[in-house]
């Protein structure tokens, strides 16, 4: 089993940045596929980045390409999503997931609000 905890959320103003952080326990997390997610109000969940640290190969939607960065630390066990430039439109809540080809676990979501 793996337990995710995201954390990093809040409130920031157009423009700003927020790095967020998804903190593995249970496992490594060397060899498993990671991602994060967003689902804003009204709207289905949605893909934001993904890294398959086997291989070094990063992913992510078109809306954020340039903008947000999906990182980690083994060290920490940790996996992270520097947000630049942000914008209303990313308000949403986030979720990291994680899974060795499917995402099967799912942290609880963090809120990320960007007013204009």
């Known amino acids: 089993q793996v337990q995710l905890v995201e954390s990093g959320g809040g409130s920031v103003q157009a423009g700003g940045s927020l790095r967020l952080s998804c903190a593995a326990s249970?496992?490594?997390?060397?060899?498993?596929?990671m991602g994060w997610f967003r689902q804003a109000p009204g709207k289905e969940r949605e893909f934001v980045a993904a890294?398959?640290?086997?291989?070094?190969?990063?992913y992510y939607a078109d809306s954020v390409k340039g903008r947000f960065t999906i990182s980690r630390d083994n060290a920490k066990n940790t996996v992270y999503l520097q947000m630049n430039s942000l914008k209303p439109e990313d308000t949403a809540v986030y979720y990291c997931?994680?899974?060795?080809?499917?995402?099967?676990?799912w942290g609880q979501g963090t809120q990320v609000t960007v007013s204009s």
């Open positions: 249970g496992r490594t997390l060397s060899n498993y596929v």
């Open positions: 890294a398959l640290w086997r291989r070094g190969n990063t």
């Open positions: 997931a994680a899974g060795e080809s499917e995402y099967d676990y």
